[in-house]
């Protein structure tokens, strides 16, 4: 299918915060540096849904959503490593029609820097009518 990918994005400390502060997930892997020092990671990380919804909003950037996207109808995650505070991820997204003429399946892989992938992450949306739709069904 067709390969779009996005700019970066930078995690931050004030991202984990933000986010821990939204989600009610102070799990000290994510807020205590003194306790991931500790942990096989050797420091805190993102959240695993931080780095899911920060992709989201790097899909958006691509421009081939805006007007075009009715819903969001399934979602599956699979998280391949760990997210550190001040790595850049980037979105790859890979599309795959579906043989419903309005529907998409799209494979999203989050990557940092050149390391592998942080998670991969498979939607099914659909779409609006509409000349957009030629950029994700080719």
Not at 35 to 51: D, N, V, Y
């Amino acid at each position: 299918g067709q390969e779009f990918v996005s700019v970066g994005r930078t995690i931050t400390e004030a991202d984990v915060v933000a986010f821990a502060g939204l989600s009610g997930d102070f799990n000290p892997l994510h807020t205590d540096a003194t306790f991931a020092a500790k942990t096989p990671f050797g420091q805190r990380i993102a959240h695993g849904m931080l780095s899911a919804s920060v992709s989201t909003g790097l899909g958006q950037t691509l421009g081939i959503f805006e007007g075009t996207t009715l819903a969001l109808m399934a979602q599956t995650f699979e998280y391949k490593g760990p997210v550190f505070f001040g790595e850049t991820i980037r979105l790859k997204l890979i599309g795959k029609a579906s043989s419903h003429p309005q529907r998409t399946d799209l494979k999203q892989q989050a990557s940092r820097h050149a390391q592998p992938t942080t998670h991969d992450r498979y939607n099914l949306f659909r779409f609006l009518e509409g000349p957009e739709l030629d950029l994700v069904h080719r």
